[in-house]
């Protein structure tokens, strides 16, 4: 399964490396240090418990009311606002008729895997009217998210952002308040619907498209596009957010969309990045920030403009969709306001800046914060990335001609309790033995949209992407790039990604386009098993798999 690097592939690191040392550059150890268990260097922080209620109910973010997920009857659902080291408890109440599971997007959950919140690969459901307790400690600190990774729920509201707070962030004199920003795209038909829908010949593989996107749960649909007979108020409210002149605030935006990428701007007001997920870089000015499903960064806005009102826009970046809904408002809007303006009309001042659409911010723009050596890879995984009909002439992903299959009643890390070490083709699972290997995966995408990978448990550096299907492995960014948990491989491109495995465990590997999981675009690491099994899950989270609802 695994390939050998070959020389001409490693020379280069080496050549660089040797350089680096000329040079006396110093830079930071090459792998973290942390034990496969526990988190080394972490300070002891307080429990910090979170009780999560998901229900169904009808609820109009935009103005338009549907059947949706709430979760303690917020839409978004509460803040996880903790510090580094604390210990966070969601007490997850799941009052749907349907099971439910809860994930901490980019949580290395280091000694506690079966708190990712996977079905199929961490955990079984949370069974619809039963309670499940997740408990983990946080050694990380940055702009993070919690969803629901059941089937299509966290677009339809299980959803929320996560902070983790760092006394020792190197920005945390440089502002005065903060604010999370959620940025989505809204459907206003059920996905179960949709995905049907999405998974049949007819839809020759092209995603649903948005009906609208909100800031913070919240935007204004124009009703006279609504189908008759829908319950629907035009003019809802735009998300506000405060500032008092002179003063200077982080925004900590969070792309929760199930498919669109955005271009996040305010007028006439400056951008500065400062961190892409969890990772402080250097300070970064930019009008205009692309961000695409499931990343996170912070900006720094310094609040020195006149006395007034000004948009807040999160642009959708409708030329990757294949299908565009005629009644698409594409230019999602808050409103920022300053403290003593009178109340008058905002002005449209858009910054004209040109971003290539449906890319990452160039991660060759953005330098850590604290320089780190990236150690050399002892070898690479190639992934192939295709969509294509199959034998039903639905059109389906593959990676490595292999599309997922969710094995619900029996999750990955199960089988590895109960002592299997080899898993079915349709599973993905891609294997990884021994401690500290540092691996390459190299991401193919013969496809022609982008899919923005996530990896469960890990960061990885990203050094490169590009076009076409051949990497160039000579031009790989080893000198400090950026390390983030989430990147997106361009269309018919190529992306490579290296990280260090030291976090025993089953990792989810898979695009974050809600539809591109549904039609099965999900691969799993499964990472020093000797080791998992040195492991004593709870009894509870054992128990999840023999409820009668699994
Ligand atoms: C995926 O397929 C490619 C091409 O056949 C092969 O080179 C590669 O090793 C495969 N990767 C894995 C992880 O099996
Ligand atoms: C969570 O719920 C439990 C049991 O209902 C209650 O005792 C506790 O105070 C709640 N905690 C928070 C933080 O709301
Ligand atoms: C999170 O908590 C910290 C410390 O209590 C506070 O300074 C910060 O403003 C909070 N962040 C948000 C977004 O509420
Ligand atoms: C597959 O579906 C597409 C779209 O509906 C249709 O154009 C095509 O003819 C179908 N192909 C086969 C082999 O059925
Ligand atoms: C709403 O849409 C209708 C029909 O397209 C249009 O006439 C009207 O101006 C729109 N209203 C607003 C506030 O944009
Ligand atoms: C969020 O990600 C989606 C999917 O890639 C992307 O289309 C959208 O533009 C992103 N939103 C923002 C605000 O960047
Ligand atoms: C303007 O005034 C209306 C009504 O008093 C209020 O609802 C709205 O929030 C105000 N808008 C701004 C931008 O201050
Ligand atoms: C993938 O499957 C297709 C169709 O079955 C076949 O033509 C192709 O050679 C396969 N590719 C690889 C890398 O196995
Ligand atoms: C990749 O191709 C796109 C579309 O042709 C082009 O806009 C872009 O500049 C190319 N990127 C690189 C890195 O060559
Ligand atoms: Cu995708």
Redesign the pocket.
Known sequence: MLSFLTLAYILPYLFFFSFLSFLNVSLASPVPLDDAFSYTNCPNGQERVFNLTISRKFFAPDGFSRDMFLINDQFPGPLINVTKGDTVVLNVKNDLDEDTTIHSHGMFQRGTPWYDGVPGQTQCGIPAGQTFSYRFQVCQSGTYWYHSHSRAQYIEGIVGGLVINDPEDPYINQYDEEYVVLIQDWYHTDSKILVRKFLTPESQGNEPSPDNGLINGKNSF?C??ASPGSDCY?DTPLEQFNFVQGKTYRFRVINTSAFSAFIFSIDKHELEVIEVEGMITKRHKVHRLPINVAQRYSVIVKADKPIASYFMRAEMETSCFAVVSPTLNPMVKAIVTYEKSSNQTLSENPWSDIVTECVDLNPNELVPYHPQQVPDADYNINVIVSFRPDDKNVTLAFINNSTYVIDLKYPTLKKVFDGMNHFVPNQNVFLIEKNKVVVDIILINTDGGEHPFHFHGHVFWVLGSGNGTKPNYKNLNTKNPIQRDTATVPANGWTILRFVSNNPGTWGFHCHIEWHVESGLVAQFVTQPDLIRKLSPPADWNALCSKPNN
């Open positions: 124009n006279s596009s035009s």
